[in-house]
DNA sequence: ATTATCTATAGATCTATAGATAATGC
DNA sequence: ATTATCTATAGATCTATAGATAATGC
């Protein structure tokens, strides 16, 4: 779903019932945004196949022609919302220079927020649906978002003070890391925007959560600023 | 669902197909605690009327006997935990001594994080969940929760410092208040237990929030924790 | 020929009602 | 007689498949 993909030039087919635009996105990412949009507002066991199709102005069965039904479209929107995140945690913390251990929580929270404030539909609230987290295509997706959780949470370990190791355990850590990072879809939610300036607080409030003493924290964003050009997708205005 | 409802001494009726345990609940009640599980950890759309009867023990068809079909029973479950904190709210306002102003606020969050972490089955959630805010059945309740949202933005308007009044507007300020006090459910939603120290760290967040300086937050806290007893109900060890 | 749709429909599931029935209480 | 269940089922809705069709590309 990539955002702006816009009808490819394939062969057409059968027309539909609502002639499609001519600025249209391709097919697929028409069904993706539909559903996205429904899944996120209204919920994923409440969409029905049906709902997916009127809001694209095609019939019931032709999303099936793209998709293994509405399992199927979840798996990808499932899939295309974790998998960046994931595959820039590696890189992250390679980049992130020993001197300064608190950047790397603070750039991969950064990215993080960015992320899920530019994700269309708001679909990083998927996660956090029951009708979703019981479903059977979102346990292929759990291994992956507990790494990315394992991942906030070895970043918090290397850089917690004595007192918050002291009351909060390991294994909870990188849970209240990735919540704290969830802020940004219940800004969204109340039709918030995300600023940037939102996003350095978020990242700011990670490191206090682990203890950071604040003139720490200062130095650890100015090296993480410095570091999230090299990662940062460009940004629409 | 008062938590503790044991089988009144009621006529029986037809025996089920699954018999009754001596000690259980109401029939009402064990059908809204049911339910109250499904619809919090499956999702209220996603949970069918079998589902339920199900896991009482009983046919699809029994629970219409009790309630007005799985619309029916949301509008008990969501009645059931947003009344009590209402009520409180103007018994609250009206408590609170004038000389410390903070204290309301301090003791409306202590109160509703209270009813948050003990109300059976995390029934917090149910306010969050897309499926239910798009159910017909919501709008009803629509306007109490705006109401209790807007005793939190009251009682914080009351006492925002200037350099917080400059950043959050003040229609904000009463669901940033919200949100944080719903942090009980998230605790609970990863097994957590609150604790009253946990309560009260939450009721002195809220305070932050309105840029209370800390020597005020501390006052504050002594004042609300005097005050808590007259309204706590009594909470089970 | 290929593509993306369409129409039609079978089968599954879900909701909700009507009417029967197995207990108890009076 | 009253209560709380049961059984049976109609009707609605939802999913997913089979096969037809209207466009374009070669």
Known sequence: MSQYALATATRPGRPRVVPRLANARAPRDEILHAAAELFVNRGFAATSTRDIAEKVGIRQASPYYHFAGKPGILAELLELSVRPSLEKVERIELACPADVPEAALDLLALIDVEALATVPHNLGKLYRMPDVRSSEVFAEFQPALQEL??????????????????????????????????????????????????????????????????????????TADGLLLRFAEERPA
Not at 155 to 165: N, Q
Not at 192 to 210: D, F, K, N
């Open 149 to 222: 959780t394992a991942a906030y949470g070895r970043l918090g370990a290397d850089i917690v003070s004595s007192t918050v190791a002291a009351t909060v355990s390991m294994d909870q850590l990188g849970g209240l890391l990735v919540q704290a990072v969830e802020a940004v879809t219940r800004i969204r939610s109340r039709g918030g925007e995300v600023t940037s300036v939102q996003g350095r607080a978020i990242a700011a409030t990670c490191l206090r959560i682990c203890g950071v003493p604040e003139a720490r924290i200062v130095r650890a964003t100015v």
